[in-house]
């Protein structure tokens, strides 16, 4: 079947603490790979994209198309990086499919 | 960067009745919206992808005929929840997406959402 799956709900680290966002995907064919954030009281936005390569207030997440995954990492959290983080292929319809969400939650 | 608007931000309605939510793009034309049902502590649904001047394509499962999609022009889709029931109580979100070079093809950018509350 195809989905995504992000199978950790909640999140809790320390300030300073690595992050980890883990993220596995089921579909056919070559999706686009994006990662979105919800801060609190605030809109969806686009965090980052697997085809840019880049990275986006520290975070980066890779591509791994033989285990199909595509995690969101950053070395050091930050309190401010408390949200909800939702990974979300596209797929050939152009549709964006959202995984059920992770909320990280960075303590002081 | 690119800004989609929700309108109204917060409606409550009667049972029976029924509800129009607007999405607007407010400064790049829309070729495509998407319509997401959130409900709380969940991630989004995706119930339809409308395409300007053409019928809406639901997700398996929604009913079309509950949730009307108009996208009449490039800036501007409606979502109508007729005769809403209190199961219809949600949170509505609405994207967009410029396929037409104005704006970052790639990015689909989302409205702020609308509270839905059915009593």
């Known amino acids: 079947a195809q989905r995504v799956t992000q199978p950790e709900k909640l999140l809790s680290v320390f300030k300073g603490a690595p992050v980890e966002l883990k993220c596995n995907y089921s579909y056919s064919g070559s999706p686009e790979l994006f990662w979105y954030v919800q801060y609190s009281r605030q809109r969806l936005q686009l965090l980052l994209r697997?085809?840019s390569r880049e990275s986006i207030k520290g975070f980066t997440a890779d591509l791994n198309k033989g285990e199909t995954s595509f995690h969101l990492k950053k070395p050091f959290a930050q309190e401010e990086d408390s949200a909800m983080y939702y990974c979300?292929?596209?797929?050939?319809?152009?549709?964006?499919?959202f995984g059920q969400g992770t909320t990280l939650q960075v303590k002081p | 960067g690119a800004v989609v608007s929700q309108h109204p931000s917060w409606v409550i309605c009667k049972s029976g009745t029924s509800v129009k939510i607007e999405c607007r793009s407010l400064?790049?034309?829309?070729?495509?919206m998407f319509w997401y049902r959130q409900f709380p502590k969940q991630s989004l649904m995706l119930m339809a992808t409308?395409?300007?001047?053409?019928?809406?394509?639901?997700e398996q499962g929604v009913e079309k005929d509950k949730f009307l999609i108009n996208h009449a022009s490039l800036t501007l889709s409606t979502l109508t929840v007729t005769s809403a029931h209190p199961e219809d109580s949600s949170f509505y979100i609405c994207?967009?997406?410029?396929?037409?070079?104005?704006?970052?093809?790639?990015?689909?950018?989302f409205g702020p959402g609308t509270r839905l509350t059915v009593t």
């Open positions: 979300a292929p596209r797929v050939a319809s152009g549709k964006l499919i």
């Open positions: 697997h085809i």
């Open positions: 994207s967009a997406r410029d396929l037409t070079g104005t704006g970052r093809s790639y990015e689909q950018y």
């Open positions: 409308s395409n300007e001047g053409s019928k809406a394509t639901y």
């Open positions: 400064d790049f034309q829309a070729t495509t």
